[in-house]
């Protein structure tokens, strides 16, 4: 399929260069959506010579998409798999058999939000015709997300990806799962009333995101969805009205950590500043610099190629290839797993570790991604805990398993010791010689 989509819209961007009236108004560019290099889309730029377009700095992008019907939903489940291992080792070996496969969820969701972005158009339309303010309302929480995801912000030279999967889109459809199917309590119906005003709803979701865990407690749209599959493939969950799709689907731990942090401190804004709390919420927040927001920040540079072909450890190669192939871009697969790795690292003396690609090696320039990347990690560190030096692991002889885990994962780190009440457990030490 994605290869059938990246053709039909390599043919569209050459037809509309070829286009006199249309290549003297604009640039028309090659992008990703959501950074995701199986989503290729057309971008149109205004040319800044042209009178009137140029100076509105609008950007035209064109999403193709596909008929709901045209490939079955409940074939694209979370837990089936999409990505063969003869297409990543190149075998020509027969398949094994397809429940001994790893599911591939994100590569499945990458299918279905194209096949779903129509559906999902005409579910938001007929929630506009039952609020009246619901445009407004989403449109300032798009201000609001997208103030708050880092994107295009700067830290020294570099410039900040930020978040391409927690956006306006995901915050207006939990709008409408608010209005229309949210549930309080034990009794049924709407959080919110399609009377209320654009800044009551965008204060409902708000107080929603500052508490709501979505791991904890995932939520949908209807009733049909198979939760336990969702669950068991992705961390959090937020099932569309077709039931079929995690709108959640690559969004990774940490930006929801985030994203509640943030929420916590807007909901502080809007019910103790009540003066000035649209500069607080809105303006303030739009000239913060980005790196005021973490207790630490590093820059972390590392070569993609060598995560992604190890010359040491070649059995190591084809996982790396599938996350690739399932996160949409080596530079994602790398991300999450340096997120996933200094996020157990850290647990015990931050509260949150934020993982930031930069976009000098662009999402949209493979080869050049396959460089070196640049990674800002951002950490918010827990007052009570940050400044501990020992970190306990499990008893050897009682919890063999869990030893073997912390050996493998803190390496020449991982110290057996003897403590004063006579417990003998690994143990990591901060900072000793360094």
């Known amino acids: 399929y994605f290869y059938k989509r990246a053709f039909y819209v390599a043919v569209l961007l050459i037809g509309l260069q070829q286009h006199s009236a249309i290549s003297e108004l604009f640039d028309v560019e090659f992008s990703c959506l959501r950074s995701d290099t199986r989503l290729p889309i057309v971008v149109l730029r205004p040319k800044s010579g042209v009178k009137h377009l140029g100076k509105l700095g609008c950007t035209v992008r064109i999403l193709p998409s596909i008929a709901h019907d045209t490939l079955p939903l409940r074939r694209l ?131 929603f995101l500052a508490v709501h865990d979505f ?34 689907s690559g969004v990774q731990e940490w930006e929801l ?13 809007i019910n103790h500043h009540a003066e000035d709390r649209f500069t607080r919420v809105f ?25 992604l072909s190890p010359k040491h450890g070649a059995e190591l190669k084809p996982a790396r290839r599938l996350a690739e192939l399932e996160f949409g871009h080596p530079v ?7 997120a996933s790795f200094l996020s157990s690292a850290l647990e015990k003396h931050a ?46 002889d009682a919890q063999p398993l869990e030893a073997s885990r912390f050996r493998a994962y803190w390496g020449e780190r991982a110290e057996l010791r003897r403590f004063r009440d006579g417990a003998i457990r690994l143990a990591t030490v901060w900072g000793a010689g360094e």
């Open 332 to 338: 994602a697969a790398v991300q999450n797993r340096i």
């Open 77 to 207: 489940s979370p837990e089936r798999n999409y990505v063969r291992p003869s297409y990543i080792s190149n075998a020509k070996e027969a398949e094994s058999d397809e429940a001994n496969l790893p599911a591939t969820p994100q590569y499945s969701a990458a299918i279905l939000s194209d096949a779903l972005l129509l559906t999902h158009m005409k579910y938001l339309f007929e929630t506009t015709e039952m609020c009246p303010e619901f445009p407004r309302a989403a449109t300032l929480l798009r201000i609001w997300i997208g103030q708050r995801t880092a994107a295009g912000r700067k830290l020294g030279s570099h410039k900040l990806a930020g978040s391409q999967r927690l956006n306006g889109f995901v915050l207006t459809m939990l709008l409408a799962w608010l209005l229309r199917c949210a549930h309080s309590g034990s009794s049924s119906g709407p959080k919110l009333s399609g009377t209320m005003s654009a800044y009551q709803l965008f204060k409902g979701v708000i107080e």
């Open 257 to 269: 950590a985030e994203l509640r942090m943030e929420a916590r401190l807007t909901a502080l804004d």
């Open 283 to 307: 303006l303030s927040a739009a000239l913060t610099d980005v790196s005021a927001k973490y207790d630490h920040v590093f820059r972390l540079e590392v070569d993609l190629s060598k995560f």
């Open 215 to 248: 791991e904890e407690a995932p939520i949908q749209f209807g009733a049909e969805a198979n939760m336990d599959a969702f669950g068991d493939n992705f961390g959090a969950v937020f099932v569309d009205p077709t039931d079929s799709l995690n709108l959640l």
């Open 351 to 396: 509260r949150l570790v934020a993982v930031h690609p930069c976009v000098d090696a662009c999402f949209e320039d493979g080869v050049k991604a396959m460089r070196r990347h640049v990674f800002f990690i951002g950490i918010v560190a827990d007052a009570a805990e940050a400044r501990r030096l020992v970190d306990l692991g499990p008893n050897p």
